[in-house]
């Protein structure tokens, strides 16, 4: 096997973007996402530019994305030693009046996308046995309800799930393990972030106060690392407090 390489979705903004930049430094990266600028911006705002590679993807085509990273891999002549799904949406909807459509396309990109990229990676003759940790972007919506978030919220305990069970499947190779962040300022939540209510309410809810993709991006670094070799199957709540404050 050639050089191996780390594989991050959502790669292009908030949390994926500050894990992108964290590990520029000392790994060879794979940059997914839908828009090419700004995957192509963060590669260049990184250290050592010229290691990292983009891969152009949306990520609800879930029909194309085996066949394309098996060509990359191939064509490259290299493996993924480590996994980082980031990439995920929201959108509320009551339950009630949930579309169809709506629950396909937040399953495919939070969900179903990162299963269709694990399947190649745990195969030996793709992947040449070179996959060492998984390490998902979830959410604490996965342990705590929201009105009109119970999609959003089931894709992310889906996702925890998954870790958990692979963590046993892949063992004693591969670490598997979920971060799960409180609100965070990023792409997706900044309308909430500039409403006045909001930010009243909702922060002093916050023991630590409001944190920074930095924070998400410090956790997913550290369980993708050989520091945390011995944790594998877990849920780190990266969330200031909110989880344990009533
Ligand atoms: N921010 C928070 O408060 C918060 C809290 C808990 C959990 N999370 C989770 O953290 C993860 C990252 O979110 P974020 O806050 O960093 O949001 P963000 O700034 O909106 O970033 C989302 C990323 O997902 C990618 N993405 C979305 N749809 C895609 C698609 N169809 N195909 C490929 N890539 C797609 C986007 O890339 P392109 O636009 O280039 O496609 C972007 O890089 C998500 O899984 C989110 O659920 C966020």
Redesign the pocket.
Known sequence: MGESYTLI??????????IALKLAPHRNLIL?????E??EAVRRAGANPERHLLW??????LDVIVDELTSLLAAKGIGIEHFI??????GDQLVRAVETEFVT?VF???FF?ALEIIRPLAQKRVNKGALRTIT??????SKLGGKGYSV?CA??GALDALARALAVELAPTVRVNSV??????????KQYFTNPDFLASVQATYPLGFGR?ED?ADAVEFLSSERARWITGQELIVDGGKFSSY
């Open positions: 979705t959502g790669a292009s903004s908030g949390f994926g973007r500050s997914v996402g839908r828009n090419g700004s995957l152009v993807r949306d990520s609800s085509r799904h980031s990439a995920g949406i929201t396309k495919n990109v939070n996308s998902f972007v979830s959410s604490i919506s959003y894709s992310k799960l962040p409180g609100i965070v300022e990023t792409g997706m939540t993709p998400i």
